[in-house]
């Protein structure tokens, strides 16, 4: 976390063979890189290599506009999906409301006292109720109410303004709209969701009801990315609470909203530092 | 828990009125019964009331076996459902076992050591594999394979023994089959069983494998009374721990295993310890 | 928690003895009062008995004001240490801070989205920086430099405020000061503090620096009133999060941040809620 | 954790500098190993940094005996302190036990079901005990009672015992012994021991009946490497549990146990394979 100075990060997934860390590691010696944090995984199953390495830009003799083009030999070589990410970039973010405040207030405040780094360049809603937040904060905030008969071009206008701004993140804050298809093709492991359960359980409408009615113990909260498929996106982070006989629905929102808070900001950094490679329809996280 | 002497416990639930908690509590102070726990809980939605009451024996002027009888009055008036136990009576327990041992064990250690106040009368398997453990506990063991053209007599066979050996708790310690609609209509709210998954999340087999398809970040095991809808009773106690990337199928099962020693062992000790009141498909804990 | 009708709550204890309960019960019922809670508690090594029970105003034959008056030969009959509290006052609160802002919006949130039922009437702090986040709130702000040479006096002016403001109740949300004894005398058992430590480890200054020279796994927070000896007081809450050798202090600090978030609110809401009876240095918590 | 083929690991830490991830790795790579977790760490305060690094011995050209004699020449260019491990090699563990036996038990179901790769050799007491535990496992148990008068001839002959049976690690499983200096010395980070608290908290004895008097609402179980100080090595692992006022002395022992297992048993895990490196006194885990 202690990032004085700008590093390089790479993520990357190949098939599995050998070599692969000897070539990057090789790649970033040569070039005086000085690696601070590299990180490994194979999935035994699919044969598959994941790498997160991080190293300094301050001595790298490979100007940062210069490393994709000179690293992709090597990309080739192992055939990788990977990508190049700058610590110094401040990404941008849209984050998405209707009328509950909570997740919303808590990201501002983490970006605020930059526990999270990213700028937050507009609060899209489908209600005006968290205008005033937005306000408070300084940003943007637009409130482009969802017509039904209208769909696809509420989600083209949303698409042209995402484009326009330059959002290379969407935080789905407690957002209560199905992302159209076509926003999520778009922004494919780009939107974070946050779902008010413990999934796989209670997919759907109304888990805290659905807790309540089944005599849970336990609750839950789930982060993860978006997906044409409704909930089933790559899970990123989840946590728990205790909850028993005593509490009412109303005390099952209550304490779901810490869990929401506490997993959406998690996943977000975990976004925002690098740290999250997708493969299939689960992540490795690197933390 | 420091039961140096004998307490008399009665659970009950019955329509919410005014009159209970005095009425109860006159009973006990006028017979110069010592109340050191007393519990209530309120459900508005069903106006259900339930208590859990624990007084000490001693000075009790009603003697033991006449307490039922001089209570059924005020149970009559407010229409209750109850139940009256003595905390140094040892409920005579039946494990159901199959080829895992770990449960097993770890029941009969905290038996052992005196954590658990029963006594395990005998160990029922579909297989052979832990009759050793049985044997080490000087526990009889009683192997009776499942016949699946034969399963009802099977499980006349199976109730025939709990009745014979006076079993007061049937605990299904990772037992593979099915318990027959016969036993559990008669042991209502008296089997547990310990399933290895999140209720509700990854109802049926292999829930471990379906964990690591879906690639959750957390996974669970939950005890709970045995009803004739397969997994959907009510829940006593769940547990949760942290997964990753990093685990295999194996390590899930190697981490669940804790859990489900945990969590199975909590729910047997809250039945033993009479704080658990069942309504509807839900629990009440009185902890 | 739905607290649709108020309701009244007392909250006791007194020397072990038969019949505390039938007697509390039996002038509730008699004066028409519908119990909606009811929980005890009997410290065994000082034969100690705690009580906290809640019944409906609504159709209640004593008056609100003629509670306390009518109770009171009970009480004495049973040397009774006792409160009464209504479920639909609002305490008036006054938070006290520095220069970290996390607590005090976290509080502030709380109250705003009606999760703490309570009135934050002022803001006091040793620094100016955190003006801007009364102002939002609309909470008047006052700074009070703390001068070493002038303690004795300071303490007056804030008592005095405090007097003036009728304030029941005293948060320290992350504030650098010590409070004085006069205060601390004056509120017993009605200030706050939440410790970023785990007590009783790492008492003293600088405890996230303190946790990452020994190398700890685990980080913890603790909310306790404040009493004349330095973080000794009674602990309302705790919770703690994992840390691992990648963490700096930093990190350290924000995993500790969330910490002090959720346990302070935590120990406020039970404290509103009429939850804890103190008992010598410790807690009883009917949650 | 699928370990169908042997590897080896290499743990090792050296003053930070470019080009370590390089050598290593080239080293590897060149000699036909295939590397299947790679994890590294830098500290930064001290630069110094640590790696641990495992590849399939299958098809390794440099035969297993000649690794370390090979990698030697990197090892001094880089001015690491390393060892080097292989997978299929099952430590030789002493168990020292007192009278309490949870943990004894524990860990010797898991290396029976195959959780922990290692075979405890001997079973070493002060008290006569546990003998009939070691004999269901079959275990050669040897009292060794300690006599205060006696110390150092007693730790000469404890000393002796684990040469000859070429002891690779040492656990205390709930003994009450201090290990004196000099096997301490010997077996420097590898004697392995489960402290009954939340370390820094209540040092010393007694530390359920210190929390008990406290009030705290979370107990803790720490794991360490025992040093010449008491309760002050390296820790390994940690876990809590909540506890509330219902709790007596008896209950936090009883969920002490549970606690005390769990850490244990997952510090000689993380030990057996090799995921530890201890610098100062603090730990890395490569988990």
């Known amino acids: 976390m202690n990032k004085e100075k700008p590093t390089a990060v790479l993520l990357l997934s190949c098939p599995d063979t050998r070599g692969i860390v000897a070539e990057v590691s090789r790649y970033i010696f040569e070039n005086n890189g000085n690696i601070i944090h590299s990180d490994q995984h194979t999935d035994r199953e699919t044969s598959t290599y994941f790498m997160r390495i ?12 210069g490393i994709a083009a000179s690293f992709d030999s090597i990309a080739r070589m192992f055939k990788m999906n990977w990508s190049l990410h700058f610590s110094d970039c401040r990404p941008k973010i849209a984050v998405f409301v209707s009328k509950t405040d909570h997740c ?5 405040l983490r970006i605020k006292s930059g526990e999270l780094a990213a700028d937050v360049v507009t609060v899209i809603a489908n209600h005006e109720d968290l205008k005033t937040v937005a306000d408070y904060f300084s940003i943007p ?7 039904p008969a209208n769909k696809s071009a509420d989600e083209a ?3 042209g303004l995402m484009d326009e701004m330059g959002i290379d993140l969407i935080v789905l804050a407690r957002y209560m709209q199905i992302i159209g298809e076509g926003l999520v093709g778009k922004y494919k492991n780009r939107i974070i969701n946050i779902h008010h359960s413990f999934l796989p359980a209670f997919v759907g409408a109304k ?11 336990i609750i839950g ?6 997906t044409a498929e409704l909930d089933q996106g790559p899970i990123i982070a989840q946590d728990v609470a205790q909850v028993s006989h005593r509490d009412s629905v109303e005390d099952l929102i209550r304490k779901g909203k810490n869990l929401e808070k506490n997993v959406l900001s ?4 975990l976004h925002l530092e690098n740290k999250i490679v997708v493969f299939g329809n689960k992540t490795v996280i690197f933390d």
Chains 1, 2, 3, 4 share one sequence.
């Open 157 to 159: 206008l949303t698409a």
């Open 54 to 65: 991080e190293w300094e830009l301050d001595g790298f003799r490979v100007p940062r506009g």
């Open 221 to 226: 909260a789930t982060s993860h990315y978006v």
């Open 266 to 269: 998690r996943a977000v950094q």
């Open 141 to 147: 905030f637009r409130c482009l109410p969802s017509d």
């Open 104 to 108: 919303l207030y808590d990201l501002l």
């Open 207 to 217: 888990p805290y009801h659905q807790a309540y009615s089944r005599g849970v113990k």
